[in-house]
């Protein structure tokens, strides 16, 4: 079975620029989620989706930051515009309707 | 905010002996589950432990809860070199939402 597909894996932008990040869930996984998880810490929830649908992205810094998941498979997480702060490994989740999250292996970025 | 804090935040051990975790965390919760995450790699499940289960073993694995204390433990037994990663506790609430402590950083010397 494959996990869960992110791209890139590493991008490094100037602050003020825009970004995007991809993740392809595991096929048949409903539940899809983006962390952000800045370097020493654990990961922090952005935004979970159910389908196509958002459940909780009360920690998402909506000014800056959006997320879509269209026809509830694939996902973007956009930043714009970015900032220092920006800079950390961008996680995507997936899980079945219950069962454990499975994780893909990030996008780290590096903000300038 | 991060709820769970885990215990030591560093861990440094030789082969052979075993690690062992603590994480603790605030509010009530569904289950409590462990992950492992190698440098510059996304996070591996380990472990999950429901709140009415008090251990839980997986292998070389051990996890106890306890929810009057609001805590939990991670021990690896027979500790080996390729078991050098940080270890995250997080808790999980209504709709699978995780929350995440700052983790341990294990080092198994050879």
């Known amino acids: 079975e494959a996990g869960v597909a992110q791209s890139p894996r590493y991008k490094i932008i100037e602050k003020r620029q825009s970004v995007a990040f991809w993740c392809n869930p595991i096929?048949?996984?409903?539940?899809l989620y983006w962390y952000q998880q800045i370097l020493g810490q654990g990961p922090k929830l952005l935004i979970q989706?159910?389908?196509?649908?958002?459940?909780?992205d009360s920690q998402l810094p909506k000014d800056r930051f959006s997320a879509e998941r269209l026809k509830g498979v694939d996902s973007t997480l956009k930043i714009q515009p970015a900032k220092l702060e920006d800079s950390a490994v961008y996680l995507c989740?997936?899980?079945?309707?219950?069962?454990?999250?499975?994780f893909g292996p990030g996008t780290r970025l590096t903000v300038l | 905010s991060q709820q769970g804090e885990e215990d030591p935040q560093a861990l440094s051990i030789q082969e052979g002996e075993n690690a062992t975790m603590n994480c603790s965390y605030k509010?009530?919760?569904?289950?409590l589950q462990w992950y492992r995450q190698n440098s510059g790699r996304g996070l591996v499940h380990l472990i999950l432990?429901?709140?009415?289960?008090r251990e839980k073993h997986s292998g070389r694995l051990r996890v106890t809860l306890d929810t009057s204390k609001k805590s939990s433990s991670l021990l690896i037994t027979a500790s080996r070199a390729a078991d050098t990663a940080s270890y995250f506790c997080?808790?999980?609430?209504?709709?699978?939402?995780?929350?995440f402590g700052q983790g341990t950083i294990l080092t198994v010397h050879p």
């Open positions: 989740a997936s899980r079945e309707v219950q069962g454990t999250q499975y």
């Open positions: 096929s048949g996984h409903a539940t």
């Open positions: 989706f159910q389908n196509n649908g958002v459940v909780d």
């Open positions: 509010t009530s919760i569904n289950n």
């Open positions: 432990i429901r709140s009415n289960e």
């Open positions: 997080a808790t999980a609430a209504r709709y699978g939402k995780l929350t």
